[in-house]
């Protein structure tokens, strides 16, 4: 799930939703849902009604493919950063308290960082009862299909690593080399 800009001249997103079956070899992505709007979907509940409601009914019937009945289960949800924290109601990766995986997130007067290496872990249950209030913005729906939205939400490279560590990495790198010239 994610939003796509369609022009650079207009501000038309689509929000997709796609799936893929995972026992059912070389089943390929398919669609489930595709919406559009000119900003982030809002209200998110609204963006989400009919997905929640198929899946729960999928949870329950399961899903007939080629005369086959298989069990529908949520494997994870794969999304880049922005659109992860917009589904799960929960602050953008640079804020505070804004760890997916645990309880922490400091200013150290220039910065948000993330200093201790044995945090408190976020749980799925402590996630959904909102135990750190600071995370969330909103209960998200997705809590509705008793899905892991800790564990089951794949934290994504591309944001987390290449734009995020390695860029800063790069960044420091070349402050230092800087001073060195002068």
Request: aromatic share 8%; hydrophobic share 40%.
């Amino acid at each position: 799930m994610d939003g796509l800009p369609l022009f650079k001249s207009s501000k038309l997103q689509l929000w997709p939703i796609l799936g893929m079956f995972t026992e059912i070899h070389k089943s390929g992505l398919f669609q489930i849902a595709l919406l559009s709007g000119e900003q982030k979907l809002s209200p998110l509940a609204e963006y989400l009604k009919d997905f929640i409601d198929d899946m729960k009914k999928n949870f329950v019937n399961g899903i007939k493919v080629s005369g086959q009945l298989y069990h529908i289960k949520l494997a994870a949800f794969i999304c880049d950063s922005p659109a992860r924290s917009f589904l799960k109601g929960v602050k953008g990766h640079e804020g505070y308290n804004a760890c997916e995986r645990c309880i922490q997130g400091d200013w150290d007067g220039k910065k948000v960082i993330f200093p201790d290496m044995d945090a408190p872990l976020r749980t799925d249950l402590g996630f959904n009862n909102m135990q750190d209030a600071a995370h969330h913005h909103i209960l998200s729906p997705l809590c509705e299909l008793n899905v892991g939205l800790v564990s089951q939400f794949v934290l994504d490279y591309m944001h987390l690593v290449c734009l995020g560590v390695v860029r800063k990495l790069m960044s420091l790198d070349r402050g230092s080399s800087e001073n060195k010239a002068s």
